[in-house]
């Protein structure tokens, strides 16, 4: 009997607590029903702010545009090799003339990676601009040190670095663009971090024949 007791007495206690525990619940639900409709009549006053915002135009559809795309340059296309020179050609994203360009890559024999970039090239100024494309973890205020056969040192100081690479850029004086093309080799300098000059000597052969390329290609020839 005491056990049924017990038992009775247990049910009628759990029911107790069921019972509270759906009164809170109602008054918890009512409670957030309340909120609701209290955010939900102070989202309908601030509609117009909702609206303008949508009207404004989102910028990420833009990185996938198709029109991108459609602008971006061709690969350029190799018009001629001159010696360790080579004539490259193309249109960039939105100009109707092509540009042209001397190019020689200098790369290390046993890594066979590249080291330099000798860019020779005419600005939108008709400039003749020399553009040496390097390494990083270099320092920046030596810039990089180019040389002919005649060994006159051309100081050419660094304009941007990124994480792939620094490029120092020189416009071309008609002297040294002379001795380039009367140098068989040349040596291109960068100092490391420690001071230490690490120079890299190569050919320069086909240059002046390249030149001549490049300008008559200027010239509109």
Not at 46 to 75: G, L, T
Not at 77 to 91: P, Y
Not at 182 to 196: D, F, H, R
Request: hydrophobic content about 45%.
């Amino acid at each position: 009997m005491k056990l049924s007791g017990f038992r009775v007495a247990s049910a009628a206690f759990l029911f107790g607590v069921l019972l509270l525990g759906a009164m809170l619940l109602a008054l918890a639900t009512g409670r957030a029903l309340a909120q609701d409709g209290g955010n939900s009549s102070a989202a309908k006053k601030q509609a117009p702010p909702a609206a303008a915002q949508k009207k404004a135009p989102s910028a990420a559809p833009n990185w996938a545009a198709p029109a991108d795309a459609a602008n971006k340059p061709p690969p350029a296309k190799v018009a001629g090799s001159f010696g360790s020179w080579t004539l490259l050609c193309g249109k960039e994203a939105k100009d109707e003339k092509e540009r042209c360009s001397l190019v020689m890559p200098l790369i290390e024999k046993e890594t066979q990676k590249l080291v330099f970039r000798v860019i020779v090239t005419y600005g939108p100024k008709g400039n003749l601009v020399l553009r040496v494309d390097g390494p990083t973890g270099v320092a920046l205020q030596r810039g990089v040190e180019f040389s002919p056969d005649t060994k006159k040192i051309y100081r050419m100081p660094f304009q941007t670095c990124l994480p792939m690479g620094c490029k120092a850029l020189l416009l071309v004086p008609d002297e040294l663009k002379k001795e380039l093309s009367a140098s068989k080799q040349g040596a291109i300098t960068v100092y490391a971090l420690n001071g230490k000059a690490v120079q890299t000597v190569t050919a320069f052969s086909g240059f002046g024949k390249g030149m001549a390329a490049l300008d008559k290609h200027q010239a509109g020839q």
